[in-house]
């Protein structure tokens, strides 16, 4: 099945007749689901049938990164903040990246549990004690320590069988501002960035399968925030670093992606850049021009690379809680939280 170039957003715990529609419409291509979505393990498992009742290849997402980013909580394992296996290094490196190793298969074993694809995760972006918005999601304030964090993570989700997204290329975490509500403006040079903020993409790039770039602007460098750049999504990510999976903007709706223009715009912008696939949540209004612009565009994204993203579903959610290696990484990872 031809995936569409848009990812969107849900009401509520159910599908609506106009989502039901909304999702056959040929340039959507995937969900991404939100704390309003779930209340629990039976609910958000029918809720995933019933989308794939309708369209079954379609790509479903969450932002299950762990601490105070997990949408999924009751019943699922809480995940602590990435912070703590930096933490953890400083006195046991060896413990450190086994917690890291468990807590990547663990997130991933139970959202792919329920018929969920990928996680958002994990977080690359360096902790620069700077920026609020990333702060204790980050593995730490050295690059090279969080590489080796962030390769043990990896490598847990993998074998849960999940792809993995990093982000936010070519890093957030030495700006102030929230790009949520702002557009943060990093003034860094190339020089600056390239030995520390772009360092995990750099190591990483080949081991991931999607990565989502930051609506940053480094106006040293490029002009356009880093998701709207041809520079930095085509020169740098693909053709510099070799990453060849899907690219995802961020959200659309977010303030940092404003200066672009409207909804179409944006969209437009974001693809003729790079982007595979792009995301526009809690604004129906934006989604629904940016599928008018994708049905006037009349492409559609390069179908190979999101063969990668679809979720192993290896447990049901019970057969998971039977797994040994379940038990295990719960009491680990949990006792971290």
């Not at 549990?113 to 304030?141: E, M």
């Not at 990093?166 to 020089?191: N, Q, Y």
Request: aromatic share 8%; charged share 20%; hydrophobic share 45%.
């Amino acid at each position: 099945m031809t995936l569409g170039a848009l990812m969107l957003d849900l009401e509520g715990l159910t599908l609506t007749d106009a989502e039901k529609d909304l999702l056959r419409h040929p340039h959507v291509g995937g969900v991404i689901l939100f704390a309003r979505n779930f209340s629990s393990v039976e609910q958000v498992t029918a809720l995933v049938q019933a989308i794939r009742a309708i369209r079954p290849g379609l790509i479903l997402a969450v932002d299950q990164e762990g601490g105070r980013v997990q949408r999924f909580r009751e019943g699922f394992v809480k995940l602590p903040p990435m912070k703590v296996f930096g933490e953890l290094f400083e006195s046991n490196p060896g413990e450190a990246r086994q917690r890291a190793y468990q807590c990547g298969w663990l997130m991933a074993a139970e959202v792919l549990a329920t018929g969920v694809d990928i996680s958002f995760a994990p977080i690359l972006d360096v902790d620069c004690g700077i920026s609020q918005v990333i702060g204790d999601r980050a593995f730490h304030a050295d690059p090279q320590v969080a590489v080796k964090l962030l390769r043990e993570f990896i490598r847990g989700m993998h074998d849960a069988g999940m792809a993995a997204t990093g982000k936010h290329f070519p890093g957030h975490g030495s700006v102030v501002a929230d790009s949520h509500v702002a557009l943060p403006i990093d003034e860094r040079s190339w020089a600056e960035i390239e030995s520390h903020d772009l360092v995990p993409f750099t190591q990483l790039a080949r081991e991931l399968q999607g990565i989502m770039p930051a609506h940053v602007i480094y106006p040293r460098i490029d002009p356009h925030p880093a998701g709207f750049s041809p520079f930095w999504l085509q020169d740098i990510l693909r053709e510099r670093l070799g990453f060849d999976g899907v690219i995802f903007s961020d959200d659309l709706s977010m303030e940092g992606a404003v200066s672009t223009g409207s909804f179409s715009d944006r969209a437009n912008a974001a693809l003729d850049a790079g982007c595979d696939m792009v995301l526009v949540c809690n604004h129906r209004v934006g989604a629904l021009e940016v599928l008018q612009a994708l049905e006037a565009r009349g492409q559609f994204p390069e179908q190979r690379r999101f063969e990668a993203l679809r979720g192993k579903f290896r447990y049901s959610w019970d057969s998971l809680h039977a797994d040994a290696s379940w038990t295990l990484a719960k009491e680990a990872v949990g006792a971290m939280a």
